[in-house]
Nanobody, 120 residues
Framework: QVQLVESGGGLVQAGGSLRLSCVAS????????LGWDRHSPGKQRELVAQ???????NYASSVKGRFTISRDNDKNTVYLQMNSLESEDTAVYYC??????????????WGQGTQVTVSS
């Protein structure tokens, strides 16, 4: 199991930047996939960015080139640097961890979410 605590959300003008942080309760080197999803009213939850244990990253096409996911293994923290924010980025952002169980299945863990609001 793992507990995830997000921080860094807030209100920002379009074109601005924010950095989200997610601290895990265990070594992130033991987590198979660590990343960020977002959910806004009337829309389905959307994958934003992922960091695989191998070091590979994956981004939604809507954020590629604007958002960067990174991690600090010593601090058990994953970050999401968000630049050139747009009103469409307004959402609750959730940190997500996927850990493979004894049967080889991914088990999902979520943080409580942090609100990001981009004003146009």
């Amino acid at each position: 199991q793992v507990q995830l605590v997000e921080s860094g959300g807030g209100l920002v003008q379009a074109g601005g930047s924010l950095r989200l942080s997610c601290v895990a309760s265990r070594s992130i080197l033991s987590i198979d996939v660590l990343g960020w999803d977002r959910h806004s009213p009337g829309k389905q939850r959307e994958l934003v960015a992922q960091f695989f244990r191998s070091g590979t990253t994956n981004y939604a096409s809507s954020v590629k080139g604007r958002f960067t996911i990174s991690r600090d293994n010593d601090k058990n923290t994953v970050y999401l640097q968000m630049n050139s924010l747009e009103s469409e980025d307004t959402a609750v952002y959730y940190c997500n961890a996927k850990i493979v169980d004894a049967l080889g299945r991914y088990v999902d863990y979520w943080g409580q979410g942090t609100q990001v609001t981009v004003s146009s």
